[in-house]
């Protein structure tokens, strides 16, 4: 069975850093972070399509300079590193994978986990 499983959400002052992981059962050629605060629609953050000898990156402007994805073949996981956050960043961060080329479209993705809270202070 397919599970994706976050951690490393939290609260935070602006300023400060996070590290989120998603831990992901199988194999994907595409992993991607979103994020979504109440009545909004759900927004990429970034992705990282990963093959068998490079792997290419892709972030929103709104974080780009700021967060970094990467991923960890051997452990099967992917990390999200947020420095410089700020309260804008506040939201429910989700990460998603597939199996297809990737996509910063929600709908590009046929596998989430389950979020983790992000809350960024003034």
């Known amino acids: 069975q397919v599970q994706l499983v976050e951690s490393g959400g939290g609260s935070v002052q602006a300023g400060g850093s996070l590290r989120l992981s998603c831990a992901a059962s199988?194999?994907?050629?595409?992993m991607g972070w979103f994020r979504q605060v109440p009545g909004k629609e759900r927004e990429a953050v970034g992705r990282?399509?990963?093959?068998?000898?490079?792997?290419?990156?892709y972030y929103a402007d709104s974080v780009k300079g700021r967060f970094t994805i990467s991923h960890d073949n051997a452990k099967s996981t992917a990390y999200l590193q947020m420095n410089s956050l700020k309260p804008e960043d506040t939201a429910m961060y989700y990460c998603?994978?597939?199996?297809?080329?990737?996509?910063?479209?929600?709908?590009?993705?046929?596998?989430w986990g389950q979020g983790t809270q992000v809350t960024v202070s003034s």
């Open positions: 998603a994978a597939n199996r297809a080329p990737c996509s910063s479209a929600p709908a590009g993705y046929d596998y």
């Open positions: 990282i399509a990963i093959f068998a000898r490079n792997t290419d990156t």
């Open positions: 199988g194999t994907w050629s595409c």
